[in-house]
């Protein structure tokens, strides 16, 4: 389980690596758990970074953290 992150414009120096820094530390603490469990932690970690996303895009994202699938993240 790995997210890749793509960009529809040009994100902001290491933003991409941060979130893959992120993803992973909420994979490990969270994959498998509920997700609404997981929503909050998931909305923390992209405030922290700066991103800003739909709240659809939030919910499918800790929807595969849930899952323990593959995700790609779409930067706007």
């Not at 933003?15 to 490990?28: F, H, P, T, W």
């Not at 909050?40 to 800790?62: F, K, M, N, W």
């Amino acid at each position: 389980m790995r997210t890749t992150v793509t960009s529809l414009s040009e994100p902001p120096e290491g933003v991409s690596q941060q979130i893959v820094a992120a993803d992973e530390s909420l994979r490990k603490s969270f994959s498998g758990l509920p997700v609404e469990d997981i929503l909050p932690e998931v909305e923390r970690s992209l405030a922290e970074i700066g991103v800003e996303v739909p709240d659809t895009q939030v919910r499918d994202y800790a929807q595969h953290i849930s899952d323990r699938a593959d995700y790609e993240f779409v930067l706007p």
